[in-house]
């Protein structure tokens, strides 16, 4: 029967263990097969095929050529339905997909088949994080096009002259070429006329001059600056050096510093010097002339001609598209389909609809190819190159770009035309190709300005790539290469300090935003320096007012600037636990409003940056400012305003954390904590994930906190109770478990107070050794060890445990530390171990001894007084009973808040039975 026995275990495990195995095995499968959290969109663009990946915060992959002249793409965490989408591509570019799933160190490996001769590129952006891939034809030489039919009198394109004749395309004129620089310095862009005439090759050369209108009424600025005894900013007054910045060596905390680490600041955007030749093109758009004769194909040509001159665009695409329907053949096709392509063009300006770019793009793309030897061809390629920069679209700038460069080769514009290249590269993240490109206009440029800006750009691919350290060292290089032209160029400046502020050298960055507001005081850019010059001021520790300060000027002076807009949302927050409810309503809908203005927007959606811009609401007026300060732009009717917004990514991040803090102030902490809880809902992959998390277990405590210190150990316990499941699982923060101790001390569970205040000492003692206390105290209010000592003393007093309460007093190392209230408590608490020893005189002594060294509160020494007296009253020494009990009575009519005398009269000489209460002691009562 044993045999047996023994056997059916062994069968009824063997079972069990085949199981076993079946689940395990049937669990990784399931698990392979529900695959990775990595996502792909593919989508053609243009000509190109662009593969969006998205799902992963930090991106590890190959991306390389094989030996088949196909591409190899290996990536780990790809979904199912990803792969699916990848083996379905079948285009012009990509030909077919393989995919082999089980690859190296358990990636996916991609093998994308690709046509002959085509090409890729790959880059990451970070907000939101994404992957991208885009296979492009490369581009194929020009051939020439048929010849055009024109009249007799030939069809003309030209703009208005110019009085300045035009150079030769080899001239080394360097005033025929403004720099782009001068525009960045200064945030205006020169008008520039585009002079072309008659029928030239596509190859010659048009010239980018400078124009000015006598006319025009100067800008405040400028008439403040032109005023007698001006010398530099509107607000500068008697600080042009802006010295009320600076701070001392004594005034720098080092705390300060080490404690801002758990504090968000917003990443403000380099200081790029933009493309200002696009701005030239817009201001000097080509003029269309048609040659009158008795036609009527002429006639009808010339009716298209007046609508699009008198601006009636909608009866102007309509009758222009009838007029090529009805004649295909039209000698007037080229003229009239630019003319309908500027239309759409200058819809995309006015309404931003993505839509209108695309139309306006594609014609003049058409139309380069179908005419590349009109007058405007060339033109147009620059054109479309710059419109495509500004727009974002780098890979289709450098396809004009590239055409130019083919069609015109000894343009004098190429060295512009390659600086923007060199810009679309870096938006690409193509370091190498856009520090070759600046490298060789540097050494090569035809003119002077041209090398100093390819000089000063350099910075800006180290800048991009967050190799701050290089990029601080290039610009610096420049400034020292070429001393005299430095105003030409604020990136260098401003970018030195976002560097340094970026690598937390905060003492070196004020310097640096000092130097950059000294020698650009109007540059829009100032908004941000101003707004990081408040900051620094609280990172190293200055007087909060002077922090405000500075968010304040920054507000007033770069008002209607993104950079402003942070300074207001922060000087805001600052005021929060001041406000009243009505105030605090009305500034939370202001930081709502200017938190939406500077939203990040999708680059697809975006109007153009060069259109945003605050207008007066009439010509030579000021625009008013709302109930704040703030100045509104005039929004033109029919405007889409979602487009207009600048960018500025993580403001609602920013906004959010800030304002968590705000309530903190405020002691609002459960709402601080759910605010945090619901983004961080909406936003679990983001960069500053430890900071809202941390932000959201500190409130919590805190609220804990609150409630223990009111006395409603209720609450406490119900909230820790609550989140300990949660927010709190396996938390290590001391200042709850504490929290929690105080909150059972208050409720009499004293057993399970001692447990938490040993745990809280463990916790300390072990937080100590680690070295880890400064970061913990960024976002946690650790107690003291003598704190935690005074509260087991206390709780071990009250169960009587007088022994384990002397220990713990005796463990209080700096007594002084403690705060008044604590230290009348610990004299306390040592009277009673003395008295329950027997000890009435050591009792005595101890709250003697504090009463002679006291320097708080005198209201709070009352009790003190009264344990004195009932000692001294139960040793029949009245007299001196009496003299505290007296003091008692002279803190009661000098402080309210002390506690009821005739009470404290009645408790200390009723049970003692030493004497019978006089009638004078009732009247003194």
């Known amino acids: 029967m044993k045999v047996e026995s023994s056997k059916s275990i062994l069968t009824v495990l063997k079972i069990a263990f085949v199981t076993f195995l079946m689940v395990v095995l049937v669990g990784d499968f399931a698990l392979a097969a529900e695959g990775g959290n990595v996502s792909v969109a593919v989508s053609r663009i243009g000509d190109a095929s662009h593969l969006e990946f998205s799902g992963a915060a930090d991106w590890k992959y190959d991306l390389r050529k094989d030996d088949k002249g196909g591409v190899v793409l290996n990536l780990a965490g790809l979904k199912p339905d990803a792969l699916a989408k990848l083996r379905q591509i079948n285009d012009p570019v990509i030909k077919g ?212 001159n008198t601006g009636k665009r909608a009866l102007f695409l309509t009758t222009a598209g009838d007029f090529l329907k009805k004649y295909p053949d039209s000698q007037y096709d080229e003229i009239i389909r630019y003319m309908m392509a500027d239309t759409f063009e200058k819809q995309w300006r006015e309404k931003g609809q993505a839509v209108d770019f695309e139309t306006a793009m594609g014609s003049y ?161 100032g908004g941000y320096a101003m707004t990081r010059l408040g900051e620094l001021l609280g990172i190293l520790g200055a007087d909060s007012k002077r922090a405000q300060g500075a968010f304040m000027e920054s507000f007033f002076r770069f008002r209607s600037t993104p950079g402003a807009g942070i300074a207001r949302i922060r000087s805001l927050v600052t005021r929060m636990p001041e406000m009243k409810d009505k105030e605090l309503g009305s500034s939370l809908k202001e930081i709502a409003t200017i938190t939406e203005r500077y939203a990040n927007r999708p680059k697809s959606d975006r109007k153009p940056a060069s259109d945003v811009a605050a207008v007066p609401a009439k010509e030579g007026e000021h625009a008013a400012a709302d109930a704040h300060g703030e100045v509104a732009a005039e929004e033109p009717a029919g405007e889409n305003l979602a487009e207009k917004k600048p960018e500025l990514p993580g403001i609602e991040e920013f906004t959010t954390l800030l304002l968590a803090d705000g309530y903190n102030s405020r002691h609002e902490y459960e709402k601080a904590a759910k605010d945090l809880i619901a983004y961080y809902q909406k936003n679990p992959q983001s960069n500053n994930k430890d900071r809202i998390t941390s932000r959201i277990k500190k409130n919590i405590a805190d609220d804990i906190g609150s409630s223990v210190a009111a006395g409603n150990f209720m609450a406490a316990l119900r909230d820790y109770s609550k989140n300990s499941n949660g927010w709190l699982k396996n938390t290590d923060r001391i200042d709850v478990r504490y929290a929690v101790g105080r909150a059972y001390e208050q409720a009499g569970v004293f057993k399970e107070a001692a447990a938490a205040y040993q745990d809280s000492l463990k916790r300390r003692d072990d937080l100590k050794k680690s070295g880890q206390e400064r970061e913990h105290a960024i976002y946690e209010d650790i107690p003291k060890a003598d704190q935690i000592q005074l509260r087991l003393a206390a709780v071990a007093a009250k169960q009587k445990d007088f022994s384990s309460s002397e220990t713990s007093l005796k463990a209080i190392s700096t007594p002084s530390q403690l705060n008044d209230v604590e230290q009348i408590e610990r004299a306390e608490v040592a009277a009673d171990v003395a008295e329950a020893r027997g000890q009435a005189g050591t009792a005595e002594k101890y709250l003697s001894d504090l009463l002679k060294v006291w320097k708080g509160d005198v209201g709070l020494t009352a009790p003190l007084h009264l344990r004195i007296a009932k000692v001294q009253g139960a040793a029949k020494n009245f007299k001196v009973a009496e003299q505290h009990l007296s003091k008692i009575l002279e803190m009661k009519n000098e402080n309210e808040s002390v506690s009821d005398s005739s009470s404290i009269f009645v408790k200390v000489i009723g049970p003692t039975g030493c004497r019978t209460p006089s009638p004078m002691d009732g009247a003194n009562a």
């Open 97 to 308: 997909v393989k995919i082999q799933e089980n690859g190296v160190d358990g990636a996916i490996q991609i093998s994308f088949a690709t046509a002959p001769g085509s090409d890729f590129f790959d880059y990451i952006t970070e907000q939101p994080s994404r992957l991208i891939v885009d296979f492009f034809p490369k581009e194929a030489s020009d051939t020439p096009a048929a010849p055009v039919k024109v009249e007799k009198k030939p069809v003309a394109a030209k703009t208005a002259s110019t009085k300045k004749k035009p150079a030769p395309a080899d001239s080394d004129d360097e005033d025929e070429d403004e720099d782009a620089s001068n525009v960045a310095s200064n945030g205006s862009v020169k008008d520039i006329t585009t002079a072309i005439t008659g029928r030239k090759p596509a190859g010659n050369d048009f010239p980018l001059m400078a124009k000015t209108d006598p006319n025009a009424k100067p800008s405040l600025a400028e008439e403040i600056s032109g005023a007698k005894g001006f010398e530099y900013g509107i607000f500068d007054g008697g600080d042009p050096e802006f010295k009320r910045f600076t701070i001392r060596d004594y005034e720098v905390s080092e705390d300060s510093i080490f404690k801002s680490k758990g504090n968000f600041y917003l990443p403000f955007p380099m200081l790029d010097l933009g493309n200002p030749q696009l701005k030239a093109l817009i201001d000097a758009p080509p003029s269309y002339e048609i040659v009158p004769n008795d036609t009527r194909e002429n006639k009808e040509a010339r009716i298209i001609l007046t609508l699009f």
């Open 365 to 525: 793309q058409s139309l380069t190819e179908k005419y590349p030897k009109s007058p405007v061809s060339a033109r147009t390629l620059l054109f479309m190159g710059y419109s495509y920069v500004e727009r974002g679209d780098s890979f289709a700038a450098l396809k004009a770009f590239q055409r130019f460069t083919r069609t015109n080769p000894t343009s004098k514009h190429l060295d512009q035309v390659n600086i923007a290249s060199a810009e679309a590269y870096l938006k690409l993240n193509r370091f190498e190709d856009s520090m070759k490109t600046l490298e060789d206009i540097e050494a090569n440029g035809k003119t002077a300005k041209v090398r100093q800006e390819a000089s000063f750009r350099k910075g800006d691919i180290s800048f991009r790539k967050k190799d701050y350290d290089t990029a601080i060292k290039l610009y610096r290089d420049s400034i020292k290469k070429f001393p005299d032209s430095v105003q030409k160029f604020p990136n260098a400046y401003y970018n030195i300090a976002e560097s340094q502020f970026t690598k937390g050298q905060y003492r070196e960055a004020l310097e640096s935003y000092r130097a950059f507001l000294v020698k650009f005081p109007d540059h829009l850019h």
